[in-house]
C-alpha cells in the first residue's frame, strides 16, 4: 500500500472544489434546463451545485462500473435511467472524477441519442488518461482520489486487499496513506463486530 497513489480530501476542501467548479460555470455563461448527476459518485456534488447555481431541476442516473479499488467492469451498465424526456433539453451532467472517463461517455451518449439538445460535463477531479475530457473540471490528478463520502466504503477494500497483515499493521498504514485515526477506528471496529456475529 503506497499511500503516494491515494489523495484523501476532506469535506471542507470537497465543498471549496465544489464552489470552484460552479464558479468556472457560472463565468461561462452558459444556462442549462437541468443538471443530471451520476450515482453514486456525483450526488454529493450535484446538491452543492444545485445550490450555488439556484438549479431545481435535478435528476440521477445510476451507473455501475466500479467492482473495486483501480478495477472496472468490461463496460459501464446504466441501471437506473432518469425517468424524464430530455429531448430538447440542455443538461450538465455531474461527477466526482472522470477517471477512465468511460461511464461520463456512456451517460453523455445516452443523453444525446435521447434527444437532449445540448449535453455538457462537470467533474471535480480529471484523469489525464480519462477517454472524456470534461467541459468543466477544478482539478487534474493521477492519483486514486478518496472522496468524504466514501470513506468506509474504501477502507474495507483495502482491508480486504490486505487481509494478511496484523490489524495494527493494517491501521498505521490506512493512517499514513491519510485516513483520519477514528474513522479507521470506527471500520474496523464495525467490521470486526460484523464477523463476530457471524
Not at 60 to 73: L, P
Not at 158 to 181: S, Y
Request: one cysteine or more; hydrophobic letters at 35%.
Amino acid at each position: 500500500m503506497d499511500e503516494s497513489e491515494f489523495e484523501i480530501v476532506d469535506w471542507q476542501t470537497f465543498y471549496s472544489l465544489c464552489l470552484e467548479a460552479a464558479d468556472k460555470v457560472k463565468r461561462s455563461k452558459k444556462r442549462y434546463d437541468a443538471f443530471v448527476g451520476i450515482s453514486r459518485g456525483g450526488l454529493v456534488p450535484l446538491r452543492i451545485l444545485s445550490d450555488e447555481l439556484e438549479q431545481e431541476n435535478l435528476f440521477v442516473i445510476r451507473v455501475v462500473f466500479y467492482e473495486d479499488i483501480k478495477k472496472t467492469a468490461t463496460e459501464p451498465i446504466i441501471k437506473d435511467d432518469i425517468k424524464i424526456n430530455v429531448k430538447g433539453l440542455k443538461l450538465l451532467v455531474i461527477d466526482d472524477v472522470s477517471d477512465s472517463g468511460r461511464s461520463l461517455k456512456k451517460v453523455i451518449e445516452y443523453l444525446r441519442d435521447a434527444g437532449a439538445k445540448e449535453v455538457d460535463s462537470l467533474t471535480i477531479f480529471y484523469k489525464p488518461h480519462s477517454e472524456v475530457i470534461p467541459t468543466f473540471y477544478v482539478r487534474e490528478t493521477k492519483k486514486w482520489i478518496v472522496f468524504p463520502h466514501e470513506r468506509r466504503e474504501t477502507i474495507l477494500k483495502i482491508i480486504e486487499k490486505e487481509k494478511n497483515k496484523p490489524m495494527e499493521k493494517l491501521r498505521e498504514d490506512l493512517i499514513n496513506i491519510g485516513f483520519e485515526p477514528y474513522v479507521v477506528d470506527r471500520v474496523l471496529t464495525s467490521k470486526s463486530e460484523k464477523e463476530t456475529e457471524i
